[in-house]
């Protein structure tokens, strides 16, 4: 068997394990057979391939690995999205919130809201803090004047 060959069906079993262990490491390793597969299709002896496959894994864990470690690291809880980016901010009641009901704007956009502590009454015009996003819902404390 030509040794192209083994090094193609070396890169395909190694992908396929990739696919299943999303580790990165296998895939650069059968990136790197498939360009020593291209390294023996073009006539290079045994050694240069072997020094093909190990130039090529180096560059790609150079090159590749930060890449791929960047984006499977989760952002910092200091870069929050979506509703959770809400939490913490000054909302504008727009009209009465109380335990059940209520509206405020939030940032430009009005949203439901509902009293965090179901006793209080806040009237329109109040200034008050988010506590936490419900669904659609924005729990709200009026902040201390």
């Not at 093909?52 to 999205?81: D, E």
Request: charged letters at 15%; hydrophobic letters at 50%; proline letters at 6%.
């Amino acid at each position: 068997m030509d040794d192209w060959i083994i090094w193609l069906i070396l890169a395909v079993v190694l992908g396929v394990a990739e696919i299943f262990t999303l580790t990165t490491a296998l895939g650069l390793i059968g990136g790197a057979a498939l360009i020593a597969s291209l390294g023996a299709l073009i006539g290079l002896p045994v050694p240069l391939q072997l020094v093909v496959f190990a130039g090529s894994l180096a560059a790609g864990v150079v090159v590749i690995r930060p890449v791929a470690r960047r984006h499977l690291r989760p952002p910092p809880l200091g870069q929050r999205f979506g509703v959770q980016a809400l939490v913490g901010k000054t909302a504008y009641v727009t009209s009465e919130v109380t335990g059940r009901e209520g509206r405020v704007k939030i940032g430009g956009e009005e949203w439901s809201a509902r009293a965090y502590d179901e006793t209080l009454v806040i009237p329109a015009g109040a200034t008050v803090d988010v506590i936490e996003i419900e669904g659609a819902t924005a729990l709200v404390y009026p902040r201390e004047q």
